[in-house]
Each structure stands twice: as structure tokens, then as C-alpha cells.
């Protein structure tokens, strides 16, 4: 599976390529440039407020979903003019406009990549909420890459996956990169082509050892593979707008 974002190419080998589905929360808006490029690659589903931010970049959703209380009733009468696929869930449910969408996407689109923005930024409880909510999707029949914009990105990479990131412009390349145990443990995890690589190396919630790294002199690629976990490798970009 590989995907390409104004930021770089990045690539889960040994996965199957699927469509990818670009899902639009309603936390840190995303550059509508950025938006605008992600869209011409992939389908894109507005969840709540994310219908405001495709609003503003422009960018027509093939689904809008949501119980609507937190994206503008312009902008949702907006997505509706447009004859997108409308599911309106009611306020009082026991799952996050997030998660129905991913059930949704399951059952709909079986086996596509997911990658979601607007997912990060605002409140910690909601970005958090996120990324544990992505990490469960597998169940919902959907392979999830991870969280982006165009200022920070967290990839998901299983046991057993072998990650790369190429970013072939040196202006592009990330300012931090770090790996984030997203399970209690992560086993034998090994880093190429940056500045403090790992070599089998276990990583721990309570004592994650690969944060605060950077590429490699010359380096125009990271390569990350794990033999146990489940792992997220960050890339921030703009650290001073965050």
C-alpha cells in the first residue's frame, strides 16, 4: 500500500494497494492546498464539522456524515446541495461521529485505506480518542494508515509491516521524527536513516525511547519495521504553528 501526500511517499510493503478514503474531522483545519491534492487521489467522506473545512478548500465530499452539532448549518446545507450521501445520526449515541463512520465505511467500501485529517489539533480528549479509535478500525474491515495534514502526520505500522517514507525534496523532510508504542510493547524495532537508528530494539508506553529523532545526514528515507506492537511514526513539519 503506498500513498502520496504534498509532504512525501510513504509506503506499508507487503499490504495490498486499496482505494484510498480520505476521511475530514472537525479538529485542526488542514491547509486547503494540502486538502485540495489529497482530494484528486482519493474519495473523501466529511464527518460533521470536517463539511465546513471541505466548504472552505473547496472540495466536494462523496459522504457527509454526522449528528451535525458542530458543523455550521451553511455548510451542511452546502454538503447536501451537492447531493453527497447525507447520514445524520442523533446527538444522544453511544459512539463518536468517528467511529460511525468508520462501521460506515466498512460496510460500504470493505478493505479500503483510510487516512483521516482534521483529526488532530484542539482538544487532547478528541485527538486521542482519535488515534485509539483508528487502532480499533481493523474490526471494521478497513485498513487505517494513520492521521495528516500538512503540518504533523502518525502512521500505523503492525508487526510485521515494513514502513517507508521517502521524501525525495530535502525542503520536505520532516523537522522531528519519532516512534510512539501504541501497544504496551513494541518488539525488535529497527530504524534506517535516521540520525539515532534502532536495531531490534523493544519500545514501551511507559518508556518510549524513540522520540525527539531526526534523518540521517543525507538521508532521504526512513525505512521502520517491528516483529511485535502495533507503532506510530511521527513527522512533524511545523512545529512552531502547532
Not at 460533521?48 to 458542530?70: K, Q
Not at 448549518?73 to 468517528?98: C, F
Not at 521517502?166 to 524495532?189: D, I, M, N, T
Request: hydrophobic share 45%; glycine share 10%.
Amino acid at each position: 500500500m503506498e500513498i502520496v501526500t504534498p509532504k512525501g511517499r510513504f509506503c506499508w510493503a507487503d499490504t495490498p494497494s486499496a482505494p484510498l478514503v480520505l476521511l475530514v474531522g472537525g479538529g485542526r483545519r488542514p491547509s486547503s492546498k494540502w486538502l485540495r491534492a489529497m482530494a484528486e487521489n482519493s474519495s473523501v467522506w466529511a464527518i460533521d464539522r470536517g463539511i465546513d473545512i471541505c466548504c472552505m478548500a473547496s472540495v466536494m465530499p462523496e459522504l457527509l456524515i454526522g449528528d451535525a452539532d458542530s458543523a455550521s448549518p451553511l455548510a451542511w446545507e452546502w454538503g447536501q446541495s451537492l447531493e453527497a450521501t447525507t447520514i445524520r445520526h442523533p446527538r444522544d449515541k453511544d459512539a463518536t461521529d468517528l467511529q460511525l463512520a468508520l462501521t460506515e465505511l466498512g460496510a460500504k467500501k470493505p478493505g479500503a485505506a483510510v487516512l483521516l485529517t482534521g483529526g488532530l489539533g484542539g482538544r487532547l480528549d478528541h485527538a486521542v480518542s482519535n488515534v485509539f479509535s483508528l487502532q480499533d478500525a481493523g474490526h471494521a474491515g478497513v485498513q487505517v494508515l494513520g492521521l495528516a495534514d500538512e503540518k504533523e502526520a502518525l502512521f500505523f505500522v503492525a508487526g510485521g509491516q515494513q514502513f517507508t517514507a521517502q521524501f525525495p525534496l530535502r525542503l520536505l523532510a520532516p523537522k522531528v521524527v519519532s516512534l510512539l508504542p501504541l501497544s504496551p510493547v513494541c518488539e525488535a524495532v529497527i530504524s534506517r536513516g535516521v540520525h539515532w537508528p534502532l536495531d531490534r530494539a523493544t519500545l514501551t508506553m511507559g518508556r518510549p525511547a524513540g522520540i525527539c529523532n531526526r534523518l540521517a545526514a543525507g538521508s532521504k528515507q526512513i525505512d521502520v519495521t517491528l516483529e511485535n506492537g502495533w507503532l506510530g511514526v511521527y513527522f512533524c513539519w511545523r512545529e512552531a504553528s502547532l
